[in-house]
Every structure is written in structure tokens, then in C-alpha cells.
């Protein structure tokens, strides 16, 4: 490589750290307009479908702000019961862990005076029970984060029916086409990605939801949805939505091990059927990352905002390659950022 390459590729890292650490200070204000941004992807084509059906624009945004208002309600009743189920059962299980804890002391002959000093009711009891303030504290927060994300997706929702015609007086005739040639490439893209994730996920919760009730393990509707929003980080979020139903099946079923076993190789196939099989037969090989450019998202976003940005990474590093597939100059980037199995083909080894 010459000099100049090598001055170039450094100042393009020590770019984006710098943007990183910008996005990193303002994330209270960046994470609800991200939010925002991807969700008017999936509500920009239903706005824009009344608004062409002769319905106002004013009464179409309104319309699909209450769908996602009734969305988040329900989703905040589901957590606030979940959170309230577990920590009603916490007591049990503490006595279960503790009785686990004395049987494992006696089979290895510790000295009893050691259970003594490490009693699971007494030590995490306080714990549990001053969760409820943080539960509420974070509601608070979560409250906040939704008014600001309503806010911006307001305002998006309002230009997006009228884009294209803004872009058809700004530029010339061609370049007007092409430009919106381009958009709406991106934009139905991204919003199909979206959609389709989406769908996956939902899928995959309900069926750890249903092995989980088959298999008689507790809150198994808790393990679906943890299920369901940790499939959008990929490969990671499977293995920490999986741990949780299976150390509870453990401490359920103790001292049989048949159903945790069953549990575990239950939620193992689910994980591999749909994230192997399933998703890249679904998005197909053109929305295929590459395994790297995937953990980079997941280090960079979850550096920046923490478990929101590992949720937005890869939804986001999709939309940074179809914005590079659709732009001519910016192909290679594309291509890069891809997993490279439609190279491939047709092609010898």
C-alpha cells in the first residue's frame, strides 16, 4: 500500500471513532430518533397508502400513532405483569437454590459453617424486592424515550407521502428518476428487512413459548419474549435467551435432569433451524452480513448505547449495506459487507 492509502485508511478509523464517541454522548437523543427512523420504514408505506387512498394526511399519521401507542401499551402491560409473576415466584426459588446449595455442600463435604454464611433468602431477598424501584425508575425512563421516539416519527411520517414530488421540482427530469429510482429501492429494502425480521422473531418466540409449555417449564411465555426480541442480535442473543429457561428448568425439576435436558435440546434446534435455515432462506443471500461485519456492529453500537445499540446494530449495518448496494459509487462497500456465498456459485473452488 503507498503512504497516502495508509494516511487514508487511519484517518477513516480514527473518523468513525470520533463519530462513535459523538453518537456515544448524545444517545439520549440519537437512540429514540434511530428508533424512530427504522420504524418510519415499516409505518412510511401504510401513511403513504391512505394518503394516495384520499384519506388526510393529518388523520393517516394520527391513525398509525395510535397503532403504535396500542402496540406499546400492551407490550408495557405484558412486561409489568412478567416482571410481577417472577418476582411473586422469587421466595420458591431461592428456598429450591437453597436446597440445591445444601445437597451439592453434602455430596462434596464442605463444612456446614459455609452454608451459613451464604444463605440465598437472606442475601438476595433485599435484592429482589428492591428491584421493583428500579423496575419503576426504568419505566419512567422508558416513558420518556417513547414520548421523544413518537415525537420524531411524527414529523417523519408527515414528509414521507410527499418525498418524490419534492424530489421530482428539486432536481432535472433524469436525475429526479434516478434519485427516486434509489429512495424507494432503499426504503422498500430496508422496510421489507424490517418487516421480515420482525416476522422471524415472532416466530421463534412462539415456538420456545410452545416447547416451553409442553415441557411444563414456568414462564414459558417470559422465555418466548425474551426470545423473540433477542433474535434480533444475532447468534448472542440466541444463547442468552436460551440460558434463563434452562437454569429455571434446573432449579424446577431438581434433582431430575430429564427435563432440563429436553430443554436444553429443545431450544438448540429452534435456535439453529431458524437461524440457519430459516432467516437466510427468508432474507435471501443479497441481506446475508458477513459474520465480521456483524460482530463489529455488535461491538460499535453496543459501545455506544449499550443493550439498545446491540438490539439496532444489525438492522442497522442492513441498512448501511442496502444503502451501498443501491449507490453506484458505493458497491464495493456493499459487496464487502456481505457474506459472499452468492459469489460463489458458479464458480470453482
Not at 401513511?47 to 401499551?73: D, E, I, N, Q, W
Not at 405484558?78 to 418476582?87: P, T, W
Not at 463489529?296 to 459501545?303: D, I, N, P, R, Y
Request: glycine fraction near 6%.
Amino acid at each position: 500500500m503507498e503512504k497516502t492509502d495508509i494516511i487514508a485508511a487511519l484517518l477513516g478509523v480514527l473518523t468513525i471513532l470520533a463519530v462513535a464517541t459523538l453518537f456515544s454522548l448524545a444517545q439520549s437523543v440519537l437512540i429514540p430518533l434511530a428508533i424512530a427512523w427504522l420504524l418510519s420504514y415499516v409505518c412510511g408505506p401504510v401513511v403513504t397508502f391512505l394518503v394516495h387512498r384520499k384519506a388526510p394526511l393529518g388523520l393517516s399519521v394520527f391513525a398509525v400513532l395510535m397503532l403504535v401507542l396500542f402496540v406499546c401499551y400492551l407490550g408495557g402491560v405484558f412486561l409489568s405483569g412478567r416482571i410481577h409473576a417472577v418476582l411473586t415466584e422469587s421466595p420458591r426459588y431461592f428456598n429450591q437454590l437453597n436446597q440445591i446449595y445444601r445437597d451439592a455442600t453434602a455430596n462434596l463435604n464442605l463444612p456446614k459453617d459455609m452454608l451459613e454464611e451464604f444463605n440465598w433468602t437472606r442475601q438476595l431477598g433485599p435484592k429482589v424486592a428492591s428491584m421493583s424501584v428500579s423496575v419503576a425508575s426504568f419505566m419512567g425512563n422508558f416513558l420518556g424515550k417513547l414520548l421523544l421516539v413518537l415525537i420524531f416519527l411524527v414529523f417523519m411520517l408527515l414528509g414521507k407521502p410527499y418525498f418524490k414530488y419534492k424530489v421530482a421540482a428539486a432536481f432535472p427530469e433524469r436525475r429526479a428518476e434516478r434519485f427516486a429510482a434509489i429512495t424507494a429501492s432503499i426504503s422498500r429494502q430496508i422496510g421489507q428487512y424490517l418487516v421480515v425480521k420482525v416476522v422471524i422473531s415472532a416466530v421463534t418466540g412462539l415456538l420456545v413459548w410452545g416447547l416451553l409449555s409442553l415441557l411444563r417449564v414456568e414462564f414459558a411465555l417470559t422465555w418466548g419474549a425474551l426470545a423473540f426480541f433477542l433474535n434480533f442480535i444475532p447468534s448472542i442473543g440466541s444463547i442468552i435467551a436460551s440460558i434463563p429457561p434452562i437454569l429455571l428448568s434446573l432449579v424446577q425439576y431438581y434433582p431430575s435432569v430429564l427435563i432440563p435436558i429436553l430443554t436444553l435440546v429443545a431450544l438448540l434446534t429452534i435456535q439453529m433451524i431458524m437461524g440457519n435455515v430459516v432467516e437466510p432462506k427468508v432474507m435471501g443471500d443479497s441481506l446475508n452480513l458477513s459474520p465480521v461485519v456483524i460482530l463489529l456492529a455488535l461491538v460499535l453500537f453496543g459501545w455506544m448505547w449499550g443493550i439498545v445499540g446491540a438490539l439496532l446494530s444489525v438492522p442497522f449495518a442492513a441498512a448501511i449495506k442496502i444503502v451501498c448496494e443501491n449507490v453506484e459509487p458505493l458497491k464495493p462497500i456493499s459487496i464487502m459487507m456481505g457474506s459472499g456465498r452468492t459469489l460463489m456459485k458458479g464458480r470453482k473452488p
